[in-house]
């Protein structure tokens, strides 16, 4: 009899330090509050910190640089001079740029595979660069 009063205190316990949801892996998490936001600002500005300073593609063309600050970019290269911002777009961190070149071809870029010292930015239109921190 002591065995199943163990076992009938054991299982509710057990219950209330692992909860009640889904296995699903793909079901949203939920607290008392209402779904869990899993993407926070401080992650996305975390990331904004992680692009400031110089970075440079060297390639056989014309070195291309992006300096960052906060949200703001700069490129300069190839005789090309541009402005513009970074973003969290669809979830993946997006160049904005205006350029002195109306035919300027790096105006819109996706950066992947951010590291503390690489990237690449897949420029819209143009193909990608490799950058490693200046």
Same mark, same amino acid.
């Given at each position: 009899?002591?065995?199943?009063? #163990? %076992?009938? =205190?054991? %299982?509710?316990? =057990?219950?209330l330090l692992v909860g009640c949801g889904s296995s699903d892996p793909a079901s949203p998490k939920t607290h008392a509050t209402g779904p869990r936001n899993t993407a926070s600002p401080a992650t996305e500005a975390?990331? !904004?910190?992680?692009? #400031?300073?110089?970075?440079?593609?060297?390639?056989?063309?014309?070195? %291309?640089?992006?300096?960052?600050? $906060?949200?703001?970019?700069?490129?300069? $290269?190839?005789? %090309?001079?541009?402005?513009?911002?970074?973003?969290?777009?669809?979830? !993946? =961190?997006?160049?904005? =740029?205006?350029?002195d070149d109306p035919h300027a071809k790096r105006t819109v870029g996706k950066i992947w595979g951010l590291t503390e010292n690489a990237m690449t930015v897949d420029w819209t239109n143009y193909g990608a660069d490799s950058f490693t921190r200046a």
């Amino acid at each position: 009899m002591l065995k199943r009063t #163990h %076992v009938a =205190l054991t %299982v509710p316990a =057990l219950l209330l330090l692992v909860g009640c949801g889904s296995s699903d892996p793909a079901s949203p998490k939920t607290h008392a509050t209402g779904p869990r936001n899993t993407a926070s600002p401080a992650t996305e500005a975390e990331t !904004i910190a992680q692009l #400031h300073g110089s970075w440079g593609a060297f390639f056989s063309g014309p070195t %291309v640089v992006l300096n960052f600050t $906060g949200r703001q970019v700069g490129l300069r $290269g190839g005789g %090309v001079a541009c402005a513009g911002s970074v973003a969290r777009e669809d979830g !993946i =961190l997006t160049i904005r =740029l205006k350029c002195d070149d109306p035919h300027a071809k790096r105006t819109v870029g996706k950066i992947w595979g951010l590291t503390e010292n690489a990237m690449t930015v897949d420029w819209t239109n143009y193909g990608a660069d490799s950058f490693t921190r200046a």
